[in-house]
T-cell receptor, first 113, second 115 residues
Framework: QKEVEQNSGPLSVPEGAIASLNCTYS??????FFWYRQYSGKSPELIMS????GDKEDGRFTAQLNKASQYVSLLIRDSQPSDSATYLC?????????????FGTGTRLLVSP | EADIYQTPRYLVIGTGKKITLECSQTMGHDKMYWYQQDPGMELHLIHYSYGVNSTEKGDLSSESTVSRIRTEHFPLTLESARPSHTSQYLC??????????????FGAGTRLSVL
């Protein structure tokens, strides 16, 4: 089992719809959770961080964390073609002393006009 | 806003050449990382550093080496480049206090092609 798992996609949604991206992790003691967006040929950029159970909203983005289920998700409301990218889930696991991030393989999102 | 810089952005070089990829950050971060990523594929951690004179190998075996003589500088060297080294190399840094200390900020990357 990988430490951080994501569906590779592609996840295809029409413009204006809600895109839902999911991630599970194996280290129950993990402390910090992040979503990065990576456009093709570019480097990852941080779009959301979440540290406690519940929802965290920032503009069109909502991150959701459920530590009991070891599950973190990202919702993108009113999806735009410019949101088409690969979304990486990253976790700071306890087994690294919270010193490193473990990245998922990423979910490719395609938003069609 | 992250201030982490990688040079060169693109490098095409012949087999057997020695190359150094530069990475510098101006945020005073103590931790720095090198990742390797092929197009459309996942990130692989190849080296990391927790501070000056501290370097560790990452999860993916790499023939490259790194050094950390100054906090802001974390260069990666390949003594003899081979076509199998063709990839994108991403540098990142993290630091600060609290839970935000785990946030990694990435440079723009170096795309290496070895002929």
């Amino acid at each position: 089992q990988k430490e951080v798992e994501q569906n590779s996609g592609p996840l295809s949604v029409p413009e204006g719809a809600i895109a839902s991206l999911n991630c599970t992790y194996s280290d129950r003691g993990s402390q910090s959770f992040f979503w990065y967006r990576q456009y093709s040929g570019k480097s990852p950029e941080l779009i959301m961080s979440i540290y406690s159970n519940g929802d965290k909203e920032d503009g069109r983005f909502t991150a959701q964390l459920n530590k009991a289920s070891q599950y973190v998700s990202l919702l993108i409301r009113d999806s735009q073609p410019s949101d088409s990218a690969t979304y990486l889930c990253a976790v700071a696991p306890e087994n690294t002393g919270f010193q490193k991030l473990v990245f998922g393989t990423g979910t490719r999102l395609l938003v069609s006009p | 806003e992250a201030d982490i810089y990688q040079t060169p952005r693109y490098l095409v070089i012949g087999t057997g050449k020695k190359i150094t990829l530069e990475c510098s950050q101006t945020m005073g971060h103590d931790k720095m990382y090198w990742y390797q990523q092929d197009p459309g594929m996942e990130l692989h951690l190849i080296h990391y550093s927790y501070g000056v004179n501290s370097t560790e190998k990452g999860d993916l075996s790499s023939e490259s080496t790194v050094s950390r003589i100054r906090t802001e500088h974390f260069p990666l060297t390949l003594e003899s480049a081979r076509p199998s080294h063709t990839s994108q190399y991403l540098c990142a840094s993290s630091g600060g206090t609290g839970l935000a200390k785990n946030i990694q900020y990435f440079g723009a990357g170096t795309r290496l092609s070895v002929l």
